[in-house]
């Protein structure tokens, strides 16, 4: 990161993680990477998706997959105890 990129960050109140979230998440014009609302929107409600999906999985115990030469076999809950 150049001092003025530093400079300009520490001005406009963005932080790295910020700019982490864009050059991720953002799509290239030219030289510039973008993130604007409607991507972040995209990225929001992709998060709020995962979650739901991680909260159900959550409710269950956790999730087992059984997997052989790359195909699921099975899949069941994760039981207490077992490992």
Known sequence: MTHHMNVR???RGMTSSLVALALENGYWRGDMCILDRKVIRQFVDDLDRQ???ALKALDKGGVVV???GGEAITTYRVEKGRR
């Open 51 to 53: 979650r739901k999906i």
């Open 9 to 11: 960050m520490n001005q």
């Open 66 to 68: 059984v997997e052989a």
